[in-house]
């Protein structure tokens, strides 16, 4: 199983909106990834997750805040979003976060709109 | 700082053609390359990893080479068929690990 799964597939808040997004993997990885993804560009790497533990924080503004209560799950807390965060977040798991054979596993996205 | 490029930025091709997509990088100290496939509004699936110490890795129709010290890395997709229609990504893993993605190639084979 290489599945990655996230909900929920659509989400639309105001920017005043309390909201969260969640990941889920059951393949053991102990590297969890947050990604943004604009129209017709690539992702960006937002925040990793290695051994449930923040290991990277790539200058994300603090209306975005994640949490990784366990090996498998991966949220992302939304407060007071701007209308330019609409996008499309993607999450990854890979089985750790350094190595040479990290392969990335990605869920099919939520995709936000912020009116 | 570690810079992806992929050409061409678009595709469109008949069914049946031989393909190649290009990937190069900037920086060759990688530890890999991986391709993915997306299809539009989707998330990625992983195509191919090639570790920094191999020169390809093949899956099926699909056939990817990376060459490190030139810093370039080719797709090649044979008898290309319209299930094929997608963007094609790539990304290195730098020596930060922190994974590093071209914009893209959007292809489309039409019947």
């Known amino acids: 199983d290489t599945e990655v799964t996230q909900t929920p597939k659509h989400l639309v808040m105001g920017m005043t909106n309390k909201k969260s997004l969640k990941c889920e993997q059951h393949m053991g990885h102990r590297a969890m990834y947050w990604y943004k993804q604009k129209a017709k560009k690539p992702p960006e790497l937002m925040f990793v997750?290695?051994?449930?533990?923040?290991?990277i924080n790539e200058s994300v503004p603090s209306r975005f805040s994640p949490e990784c209560p366990n090996s498998s799950l991966l949220n992302l807390h939304l407060h007071a979003l701007q209308p330019e965060d609409s996008a499309l977040y993607l999450c990854?798991?890979?089985?750790?976060?350094?190595?040479?054979?990290?392969?990335?596993?990605f869920g099919p996205g939520t995709r936000l709109l912020v009116l | 700082k570690q810079e992806v490029t992929q050409i061409p930025a678009a595709l469109s091709v008949p069914e049946g053609e031989n393909l190649v997509l290009n990937c190069s990088f900037t920086?060759?100290?990688?530890?890999?390359l991986q391709w993915f496939r997306q299809d539009p509004g989707k998330g990625l699936t992983s195509l191919l990893l090639?570790?920094?110490?191999?020169r390809e890795q093949t899956s099926g129709r699909l056939n990817a080479s990376l060459d490190k010290s030139s810093g370039r890395s080719t797709l090649y997709i044979a008898a290309s068929q319209p299930g094929d229609s997608a963007t094609y990504l790539c990304a290195v893993r730098p020596r930060s690990y922190i994974p590093t993605f071209g914009r893209g190639t959007s292809l489309i084979v039409h019947p």
């Open positions: 090639i570790q920094s110490s191999q």
């Open positions: 920086d060759s100290a990688i530890y890999n």
């Open positions: 990854a798991s890979s089985q750790d976060f350094a190595g040479i054979r990290e392969t990335q596993y």
């Open positions: 997750y290695s051994y449930e533990k923040l290991s």
